[in-house]
T-cell receptor, first 112, second 113 residues
Framework: GEQVEQLPSILRVQEGSSASINCTYENSASNYFPWYKQEPGENPKLIIDIRSNMERKQTQGLIVLLDKKAKRFSLHITDTQPGDSAMYFCAAITGGADRLTFGKGTQLIIQP | DPKIIQKPKYLVAVTGSEKILICEQY?????MYWYRQSAKKPLEFMFS???????DNQTASSRFQPQSSKKNHLDLQITALKPDDSATYFCASSQALGGYEQYFGPGTRLTVL
């Protein structure tokens, strides 16, 4: 199986600053790490992902870093805006049946 | 134009009854999944299917039975409902198994009284 730990559970940042969320996983065989954003009453939406053959991926103000030795991956949101306020979940896939194991989520609050 | 349809959006049931949650995807994907989200256990994997075959089952209870009548359908039958089953049930799909992106449907919010 897999276990994913996600911190912090709540993150408050000033508008325009950066926000960072960290996750660790246990199974060294995990090879795919997506990040989802979920707004109240909505479904989780995939915002960025990284595979185990990469160390860094960037798209539209989002950066994901993967450290396989430390079994750690992180999401960095640059120049945060009010629309970035939401719950963010990290996840990891292990094995052939593509079971996504999620962290418990980070509530990101962008303060004006 | 939603690509993953889940019906109904909201569902209220009484303890001991049976309900079926519907999921259809129009993304041309070959793998489909069920996840559950509640206040107690956020985003928990339940089942994965590939080409209409069960690939993984993380649900201990046989009260939860997925049903795939067509390649783009994966319904979830829940029998003998309990209040603890109250949660939002999300269907998801991906191009195939093998670490492809999984996209989630809008969810069915189930309340068991």
């Amino acid at each position: 199986g897999e276990q994913v730990e996600q911190l912090p559970s709540i993150l408050r940042v000033q508008e325009g600053s950066s926000a960072s969320i960290n996750c660790t996983y246990e199974n060294s065989a995990s090879n795919y790490f997506p990040w989802y954003k979920q707004e109240p009453g909505e479904n989780p939406k995939l915002i960025i992902d990284i595979r185990s053959n990469m160390e860094r991926k960037q798209t539209q103000g989002l950066i994901v870093l993967l450290d396989k030795k430390a079994k750690r991956f992180s999401l960095h949101i640059t120049d945060t805006q009010p629309g970035d306020s939401a719950m963010y979940f990290c996840a990891a896939i292990t094995g052939g049946a593509d079971r996504l194991t999620f962290g418990k989520g980070t509530q990101l609050i962008i303060q004006p | 134009d939603p690509k993953i349809i889940q019906k109904p959006k909201y569902l209220v049931a009484v303890t001991g009854s049976e309900k079926i949650l519907i999921c259809e995807q129009y993304l041309g994907h070959n793998a489909m999944y069920w996840y559950r989200q509640s206040a107690k256990k956020p985003l928990e994997f339940m089942f994965s299917y590939s080409y209409q075959k069960l690939m993984d089952n993380q649900t201990a209870s046989s009260r939860f039975q997925p049903q795939s009548s067509k390649k783009n359908h994966l319904d979830l039958q829940i029998t003998a409902l309990k209040p603890d089953d109250s949660a939002t049930y999300f269907c998801a799909s991906s191009q195939a198994l093998g670490g492809y992106e999984q996209y989630f449907g809008p969810g069915t919010r189930l309340t068991v009284l």
